[in-house]
């Protein structure tokens, strides 16, 4: 099946700073999801980017479909970007998602 | 818009028991999926329904069984409860496969 794969598994950062994280995927997909899971566990949609950059205030990304990655950008970090960022393929008829391992984001004041 | 509404959001239960976990999704959306995430495991697929039926299933033991009503409701059941249960499980809403997946806050189960 396919594999996602996140990178960093874990990143710190000072408030104000700007970060990359990235998604790597190993087959060709038809979307791909960004979410953002909040401290009480709910996944928060981002992005829903099957190719192309897309940019929602301090947030972006970009999804190059024909090399299998996409990558979530955040400039000028808060507090409150704190959290575990997802992404997300869907993988074969049904509607499941394969979920990569996630990036734990950690925004110090 | 209501977004994707899971009851109930924390749940303690005793090994062997059994619970139910309920969802409902977007207004107009018609599949709904089932996931598990654990710690160890993170986010896995447990099922998803669209129109009643079942159209996939993750690799769980059938002790984890789910359904989906007229008004596209669904329910997931787990029976004879083991401590590896503990986690939080999330339901997802979207229009049909392949289209934004929209979550619920998610059920906390915690299993003793």
């Known amino acids: 099946g396919i594999q996602v794969e996140q990178s960093p598994p874990d990143l710190i950062l000072q408030e104000g700073a700007n970060s990359t994280l990235r998604c790597n995927f190993s087959?060709?997909?038809?979307?791909l999801q960004w979410f953002h899971q909040n401290p009480w566990g709910q996944l928060i949609n981002l992005f829903y980017?099957?190719?192309g950059t897309k940019q929602n205030g301090r947030l972006s990304a970009t999804t190059v479909a024909t090399e299998r990655y996409s990558l979530l950008y955040i400039s000028s970090s808060q507090t409150t970007d704190s959290g575990v960022y997802f992404c997300?393929?869907?993988?074969?008829?049904?509607?499941?998602?394969?979920f990569g391992q996630g990036t734990e984001l950690s925004v110090k004041p | 818009k209501a977004g994707v509404t899971q009851t109930p959001r924390y749940l303690i239960k005793t090994r062997g028991q059994q619970v139910t976990l309920s969802c409902s999704p977007i207004?107009?959306?018609?599949?709904v999926s089932w996931y598990q995430q654990t710690p160890g495991q993170g986010l896995q697929f447990l099922f998803e329904?669209?129109?009643?039926?079942?159209?996939n299933k993750g690799n769980f033991p059938g002790r984890f069984s789910g359904r989906q009503f007229s008004n596209s409701r669904s329910e997931m059941n787990v029976s004879t409860l083991e401590l590896g249960d503990s986690a939080l499980y999330l339901c997802?809403?979207?229009?049909?496969?392949?289209?934004?997946?929209?979550f619920g806050q998610g059920t906390r189960l915690t299993v003793v």
């Open positions: 997802a809403s979207s229009l049909r496969e392949n289209t934004e997946a929209f």
């Open positions: 087959d060709s997909v038809n979307n």
């Open positions: 980017i099957p190719s």
């Open positions: 997300a393929v869907p993988y074969n008829q049904g509607g499941k998602l394969i």
């Open positions: 207004s107009g959306h018609r599949s």
């Open positions: 329904y669209f129109s009643e039926t079942q159209r």
